[in-house]
């Protein structure tokens, strides 16, 4: 399957007066056509700066981003987002990536209305007529779900529940038939019932326009129904990735088993014990030369300290960063 989405090697770091922070440390994956690929991990293990930092969204400074490359299959060819000029880069950001955020509450314009917002995207970046604009509009509030779109057209943010504003959101970043759509923690603002709807919405829309995916979350459980490839993120790297079946009833890094609360394996003596994850990820000021995960690891040993174990396949499609994992053949 072609790639449309190629990151390779990403640096990315804060430079603040308590220090540098080590967000996205040295991060590769490939997001495929058509794919919808999930990044779970901890809070402030890097999910958010890794996608702000492919879009050119990083507040600079004080972020930096200090190496790597994110070659995007855009409609013109291959392009490097990281290299691209602001000008360039404001007209993929919206036109062929889409983006949802945690928070619809604050990406959206509170003195503008919801139609208004919606057909700006369109007339920016397809160079349509404003009466164009208005009609596809009203069909891309009826195909989000939103009940009386005519009428809504000239609702404002305030005025509508949080998962119709997320979904107003989520308008705005297919309005222009993208290639990728980045969606970070989308549901998380949302009550459950919200959740799963605003869930099978990404999924109707992904069957309609083949959309490729990155759905970012802390939440495994969402994943199991919407992903087709999982990254395990901590400390600013990616520790684990396989398809999501794989990952559920084969999880290999410790730091995953312990996300996914797996029950311990049978078959060996030294598993028996149910791993948890107790403590917290590392001083982000702090460049690490070993493992990240050693620190509160029950499988570490010497190695772990010494070494920085690197993405090693263990399967099809299953990459995993650990010593242990490897080692121990697990
Ligand atoms: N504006 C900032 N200034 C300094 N450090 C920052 C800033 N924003 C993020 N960081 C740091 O970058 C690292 C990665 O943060 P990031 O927001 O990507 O985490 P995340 O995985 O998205 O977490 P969450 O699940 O809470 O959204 C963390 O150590 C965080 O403290
Ligand atoms: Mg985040």
Request: include cysteine.
């Amino acid at each position: 399957m072609a790639s449309i989405l190629k990151v390779k090697n990403l640096v990315t770091k804060f430079h603040t007066v308590d220090g540098v922070v080590n967000a996205v440390n040295d991060v590769s994956f490939l997001l495929e056509d058509g794919e919808t690929l999930a990044i779970v991990g901890e809070s402030g293990s890097g999910k958010s700066v890794s996608m702000m930092s492919i879009m050119g969204l990083l507040p600079m400074p004080p972020a930096k981003v200090e190496g790597g490359q994110a070659l995007f299959n855009s409609k013109d060819g291959p392009v490097d987002l990281i290299q691209l000029p602001y000008e360039a880069m404001s007209d993929i950001r919206g036109g062929q990536i889409g983006f949802v955020f945690q928070d619809p509450g604050t990406s959206l314009n509170p003195i503008l209305t919801i139609g208004k917002q919606i057909s700006e995207t369109l007339i920016r970046h397809l160079g349509i007529s404003g009466r164009e604009a208005k009609d596809k509009t009203v069909s891309l509030l009826a195909e989000v779900g939103i009940p009386d779109p005519t009428l809504r057209f000239d609702a404002f943010p305030f005025q509508l529940s949080g998962g119709m504003r997320q979904r107003v959101m989520i308008a705005i970043a297919v309005a222009c038939a993208p290639r990728i759509v980045i969606a970070d923690e989308p549901t998380t603002a949302l009550d459950v019932t919200i959740q799963a709807q605003i869930v099978n919405l990404f999924k109707e829309l992904r069957v309609k326009m083949g959309v490729s995916t990155i759905w970012i979350t802390h939440d495994l459980g969402l994943v199991a129904g919407l992903a087709d490839r999982v990254l395990v993120m901590y400390a600013g790297q990616i520790l684990e990735s396989a398809q999501v079946d794989e990952l559920y009833e084969n999880p290999k890094h410790p730091y995953t088993i312990g996300l996914l609360g797996a029950l311990p394996r049978l078959d060996t003596q030294e598993s028996k014990r149910l791993v948890s994850i107790d403590g917290t990820p590392p001083d982000s000021t702090i460049l690490i030369h070993h493992c990240p995960f050693a620190w509160r690891c029950a499988h570490a040993f010497e190695r772990c300290w010494n070494e920085k174990p690197a993405l090693t396949t263990v399967g099809e499609k299953h990459t995993v960063a650990c010593f242990y994992a490897m080692e121990e053949g697990r």
